[in-house]
């Protein structure tokens, strides 16, 4: 049954990354614009001042004019780093325009690890969230090496309030869901802000 299920969680990756590997610039550039407007009238975003975000990797929702976004308003950002020592954990690092960005072992750009530029998790307001697909209740589908749910787990009692960001074609009727998943209260998208 667990293999079952992790093949059609991998089928369901395979075809969403392909949908959202095809979006042209234009789409991604009007996506990235919508996704600003959404964001910046969002009472959780308006009360924040420690937002993490990600930066896009492989067609995922341009990030960038985001992030250019909250630092006008003085917001702070902060961007994941895999951890050193846990295995599939993030710590969470300060960027600023002037950061100087490394590849990781995965090939996406993040801050290099400097422990006075770690944001505590629970010292984070807002936490905005990647996936690969979500469904219509909320459960999110991730690359698969566990990191945000890890990071997820028990975000209630941690003090941060995690907010999904999508493409609307990442959007599927049902996830094939497993224990370790960790639903999302909400996700916005281009076209809508979905609430659970």
């Known amino acids: ?46 009360q924040a001042q420690h937002i993490a975000l990600f930066l896009s990797f492989d067609g995922e929702i341009h990030t960038q004019p985001l992030i250019d976004a909250l630092w006008q308003q003085g917001k702070k950002v902060y961007l994941p780093v895999l951890h050193p020592f846990s295995p599939h954990h993030l710590l969470f690092l300060n960027y600023a325009p002037t950061t100087q960005l490394v590849k990781n072992r995965f090939n996406i750009d993040e801050p290099p690890l400097d422990v006075t530029q770690v944001r505590p998790i629970n010292q984070l307001d807002v936490m905005m969230i990647p996936l690969v697909a979500f469904d219509e209740q909320g459960q999110r589908l991730g690359m698969g090496g566990g990191f945000y749910d890890r990071t997820l787990a028990n975000w209630q009692q941690k003090g941060f309030y995690p907010i999904g960001l999508a493409h609307d074609c990442q959007r599927v009727t049902a996830l094939p869901v497993a224990h370790w998943d960790i639903p999302l209260p909400e996700i916005i998208t281009p076209q809508k802000i979905w609430h659970w």
């Not at 667990?2 to 969403?16: A, F, G, K, Y």
């Not at 990235?32 to 959780?44: D, E, R, Y």
């Open 1 to 46: 049954m667990e293999d079952n299920l992790s093949v059609m969680r991998q089928q369901i990756r395979q075809s969403v990354r392909q949908l959202r590997q095809q979006l042209s610039p234009e789409q991604q550039q009007l996506a990235a614009k919508k996704i600003v407007q959404h964001t910046l009238s969002h009472p959780k975003i308006a």
